[in-house]
């Protein structure tokens, strides 16, 4: 059963648009249930330019996202840079490293504290 319009449509608009434009449109009509006509006026009728207000947000928003990818590069650099130094890490090198500091140390009694790690007693 037709809807009966209390004014009753009799002015055309024509849209030239591509092939593909023309098939998007036609697949958004299709998702929302609409035949492609009412979807155009309805599409055509929602729009509206952004306020001033509106157009501040946007803004307000743009430079928030902005700062955010700025902070995400920042920290995807030094994750790199991080990875880089975790694969030239060189464990045993560092190990002889310590190894050597710790035996050079004067203030540590070795075999003192040899003998406690092996359950023994310091003289």
Do not use: C, H
């Amino acid at each position: 059963m037709a809807t009966q319009l209390s004014d009753p449509r009799s002015s055309r608009v024509v849209v030239l648009v591509s092939s593909a434009e023309k098939r998007r449109i036609a697949a958004n009509a299709e998702a929302a249930d609409m035949s492609v006509s009412d979807f155009m006026r309805t599409a055509a009728e929602r729009y509206s330019e952004p306020t001033p207000a509106e157009q501040a947000l946007m803004r307000d928003l743009l430079a928030q996202l902005e700062e955010a990818n700025a902070r995400t590069e920042a920290a995807m650099t030094e994750l790199e840079a991080t990875r880089a130094a975790a694969s030239a890490f060189d464990e045993q090198a560092y190990r002889a490293k310590v190894r050597e500091e710790l035996l050079a140390r004067t203030d540590i009694d070795w075999n003192a504290l040899s003998a406690a790690l092996a359950g023994g007693t310091a003289q």
